[in-house]
């Protein structure tokens, strides 16, 4: 791979990470991604254009608001530095073109909705919604999958994870499964298809029931809510970069 195209790659990473934490704070509070500019919550100073570069501008103010010294969490240069890594993988994974792109902007609603479940337990429908119309359009264009598999894939995924929602309600008495999860899994069923939606589960639930012992632990009680989204989106991650060595794995097992 060209070095030159990994570091333009990893430039408009950076660039994609620092919009993506404004999506990642507006968001769940329904207020627009686009206006008003980036500004300070605490004191309301817009931030100014050499702040505001990505990694350098939270190094350059020490991680704190210049006027009002409030702290910047670290989750912003970390999202950046996740959005340029994501890039540079994508690339790597699917050479640059067309399936990079979409791949990309896969990896990236799922670094947003991992963010957004774990702190507010929602996932929003602008993010899985348009992007279950992406991944068919990505099957389509694409010979990486066959629109039948895509739409098999939305299908099984947002359908199954529902089913288990309804068992568990119809047993417990109580909601197991947010309608946010069943939307995200239709929308993960879509980007890779139909032949990795249980691994996509098998993967989440594993690492979600690990930590929900780790609750229990800690004093949680059997009923601790845990933002399943926050497991599934980084499954989902894993998949789309490594699904057919996961299969072959598999597979080769048996």
């Not at 991604?33 to 254009?49: E, L, N």
């Not at 990505?54 to 999202?79: E, H, N, Q």
């Not at 340029?84 to 050479?95: D, E, T």
Request: net charge positive.
């Amino acid at each position: 791979m060209n070095l030159i195209v990994l570091i333009y790659a990893a430039m408009a990473g950076l660039a994609a990470g620092s919009f993506l934490n404004v999506v990642i704070y507006r968001l769940p509070l329904g207020r627009s991604v686009v206006r008003p500019r980036s500004s300070c919550p605490g004191c309301g100073r817009p931030i100014p254009w050499n702040e505001n570069i990505p990694v350098a501008g939270y190094l350059f103010l020490k991680g704190r608001c210049r006027k009002c010294g409030m702290r910047i969490s670290p989750r912003y240069p970390a999202v950046e530095l996740a959005g340029m890594a994501l890039a540079v993988v994508a690339v790597r994974r699917f050479g640059f073109g067309v399936d990079a792109l979409f791949a990309y902007a896969f990896l990236m609603a799922l670094l947003a909705i991992t963010f957004i479940d774990w702190e507010h337990r929602i996932i929003p429908d602008q993010i899985s919604l348009p992007f279950i119309l992406l991944g068919i359009a990505w099957s389509v264009l694409s010979p990486r999958i066959t629109l039948q598999s895509s739409a098999l894939g939305a299908f099984a995924g947002g359908g199954g994870l529902w089913l288990t929602g309804a068992v568990y309600r119809l047993i417990r008495k109580t909601e197991g499964m947010g309608g946010g999860d069943v939307k995200l899994m239709a929308m993960i069923g879509a980007f890779l298809g139909i032949n990795l939606v249980l691994p996509v589960i098998i993967i989440a639930s594993f690492f979600g029931s690990l930590y929900g012992l780790y609750l229990v632990r800690k004093g949680g009680r059997g009923k601790t809510a845990v933002a399943f989204g926050s497991f599934l989106a980084p499954a989902a991650a894993v998949c789309v970069l490594f699904g057919p060595r996961i299969l072959d794995w598999y597979f080769g097992r048996f």
